[in-house]
């Protein structure tokens, strides 16, 4: 096979986990308007995979160069403050009220801002000699010393951080961990090696065991899903989305989270097919969908919010899937992302002129 095939499968791969993860991210929105318990399992259920996902592959695409850093002014830093205009605007104009422009983000605009950091800072922490585990370090840090999680992000940047960064050092080890024999690290049981690059190997190979074993794998998927729903079902969602810190119980709750969300989101990547799939493009134009989703839910809520408390929870489990689909596949196509991207390009190169 051609290194252009194996890109484009690669890139197959990582657009259908966007693709999931969006279509998830746009589901959990929408759970947000109703209070029955069952969408509320729902709606928990899913943060336990989808963020965690989406700063996985955006640590796994990201770069330390000037061009890479550039770009992120343009496709991240613009379509915040930009979209946070217009959705500080568009809910004036539903008569709701908006919170404080740029330092509170509304909805899910603080993603955004969120990643835009940690690219910022991710050429500090490659020089350091454990960036993984300091990152989980300053995560922990960040559930004891409770930094509000509504100040641009900020406290999520931190605990997010180490799924970011897996997802930057995992590109690194992807095709030896996919090609790495079980019987591999006793190439390096002799003394000529130094320990700690032995134990290193001897830790890919193990991961690569695990890999090739797709009962293993799959057994970890349900246990892993499992335990998200026992998370789900006893956790609350300020738990759940890092919204609260206040004892020592929450943050240890917390902890908990974090270490299942990345355990979650490697999964779903070394299961994740390569193969085009419906959800190929959805992951593709995911960005266009993760912005401006927003403001349709914004709109059901105002003008069916009523009909919404009227029917069964049954119901709205079945709407807010259809939905979640619905807007995901619309948003998703090219002429959108074309233009948002002409869009903050013109931004740019006005502001750089």
């Not at 999520?156 to 997802?167: A, H, N, S």
């Not at 090739?212 to 349900?222: H, R």
């Amino acid at each position: 096979m051609s290194d252009e095939k194996l890109v484009k499968l690669r890139l197959n791969k990582y657009d259908n986990l966007r693709g999931l993860a969006i279509i998830l991210v746009v589901f959990g929105h929408f759970c947000f308007l109703t209070n029955f318990f069952s969408i509320k399992l729902a709606r928990n259920f899913v943060y336990m995979f989808h963020l965690p996902v989406l700063f996985f592959i955006s640590g796994y695409f990201s770069k330390t160069d000037i061009n890479h850093l550039e770009k992120s002014v343009k496709r991240l830093l613009i379509p915040y403050f930009l979209f946070c205009i217009l959705y500080y605007v568009f809910i004036l104009i539903i008569g709701q009220k908006g919170s404080i422009l740029f330092i509170n983000p509304g909805y899910s605009l603080w993603f955004l801002i969120s990643l835009f950091t940690m690219k910022l800072i991710l050429p500090f922490f490659i020089k350091l000699k454990y960036p993984i585990l300091v990152s989980f370090i300053l995560a922990i840090g960040t559930c004891f010393i409770g930094i509000p999680s509504n100040i641009l992000g900020i406290s999520r940047t931190f605990v997010y951080l180490p799924i970011f960064l897996i997802g930057f050092y995992y590109k690194n080890y992807e095709n030896v961990i996919n090609l790495l024999k079980s019987n591999n690290y006793n190439n390096f049981d002799n003394d000529d090696v130094n320990y700690e690059t032995k134990l290193k190997y001897q830790m890919i190979c193990l991961f690569g065991k695990i890999v090739n074993n797709k009962k293993i794998l799959y057994f970890l998927l349900v246990l892993a899903l499992i335990f998200s729903i026992i998370i789900a079902w006893n956790f609350s969602r300020n738990i759940i989305e890092f919204k609260i810190f206040t004892t020592f119980d929450s943050a240890l709750k917390i902890i908990t989270v974090i270490i299942l969300q990345n355990i979650n989101a490697l999964l779903l990547v070394i299961i994740m097919t390569n193969n085009k799939t419906v959800i190929t493009k959805i992951g593709y134009n995911s960005m266009a969908i993760y912005v401006l989703h927003i403001f349709f839910l914004k709109i059901i809520e105002k003008y069916m919010i009523f009909y919404l408390q009227s029917i069964n929870e049954f119901k709205i489990l079945i709407f807010a899937i259809i939905i979640s689909l619905v807007l995901s596949y619309i948003l998703s196509r090219d002429f959108i992302t074309y233009y948002l991207n002409k869009l903050t390009d013109r931004i740019y190169n006005f502001i750089m002129k």
